[in-house]
């Protein structure tokens, strides 16, 4: 038993902004959260990750390095990660220099279970459950399947609009 190396999960050298909620427990170190990021139980949020400000990262979700995520997101329950693109045939074995980056536009909502390898997905898109995304996401819209694909063209304008309008 004496050669188990105990590491304790917490928060640990997280750039923070104002007002945000980490429901433990979850791991979170060497990232930055944005004003007003929710981060749900059983969360792990990896070195250099940027969540932007008001995004939801609900349980269970893991995001990797070399993820960035704008603002207004929600990555519902189970969303995976992936910056290892087995680009060699397997995993890189630590070779981070074959490691890739995963960026998220704002208004961007990803569905529970899905799977986002590194690519780049624009502003006010919708991913479904269960999709995995293979490829860079560049025109608003709703996307769902293995691989995903583009179900429904977005307006980006209408939700913007309907976001933004006063309810009173």
């Given at each position: 038993m004496s050669d188990i190396a105990f590491r304790q999960i917490g928060v640990?050298?997280?750039k923070v902004g104002?007002?945000?909620?980490?429901?433990?427990?979850?791991?979170v170190y060497?990232?930055?959260?944005?004003d007003h990021v929710f981060v749900g139980p059983f969360v792990e949020i990896q070195r250099g990750a940027v969540i932007g400000a008001r995004s939801r990262i609900q349980s269970h979700s893991f995001v990797c390095e070399l993820v960035e995520i704008g603002e207004d997101c929600v990555v519902a329950h189970g969303v995976m990660f992936i910056n290892d693109p087995f680009s060699i045939g397997g995993p890189a074995k630590g070779r981070r220099d074959l490691w890739r980056p995963t960026r998220v536009g704002s208004r961007v909502s990803i569905g529970s279970n899905a799977t986002i390898l590194p690519v780049t997905i624009c502003d006010d898109v919708v991913v479904g459950a269960g999709s995995v995304v293979?490829?860079?996401i560049t025109r608003p819209g709703i996307y769902a399947g293995n691989p995903a694909r583009l179900l429904r063209q977005g307006d980006s304008k209408k939700r913007i609009e309907a976001t933004t309008s006063d309810d009173s």
């Amino acid at each position: 038993m004496s050669d188990i190396a105990f590491r304790q999960i917490g928060v640990v050298d997280a750039k923070v902004g104002a007002g945000v909620t980490i429901v433990e427990p979850a791991n979170v170190y060497g990232c930055t959260l944005g004003d007003h990021v929710f981060v749900g139980p059983f969360v792990e949020i990896q070195r250099g990750a940027v969540i932007g400000a008001r995004s939801r990262i609900q349980s269970h979700s893991f995001v990797c390095e070399l993820v960035e995520i704008g603002e207004d997101c929600v990555v519902a329950h189970g969303v995976m990660f992936i910056n290892d693109p087995f680009s060699i045939g397997g995993p890189a074995k630590g070779r981070r220099d074959l490691w890739r980056p995963t960026r998220v536009g704002s208004r961007v909502s990803i569905g529970s279970n899905a799977t986002i390898l590194p690519v780049t997905i624009c502003d006010d898109v919708v991913v479904g459950a269960g999709s995995v995304v293979t490829k860079d996401i560049t025109r608003p819209g709703i996307y769902a399947g293995n691989p995903a694909r583009l179900l429904r063209q977005g307006d980006s304008k209408k939700r913007i609009e309907a976001t933004t309008s006063d309810d009173s």
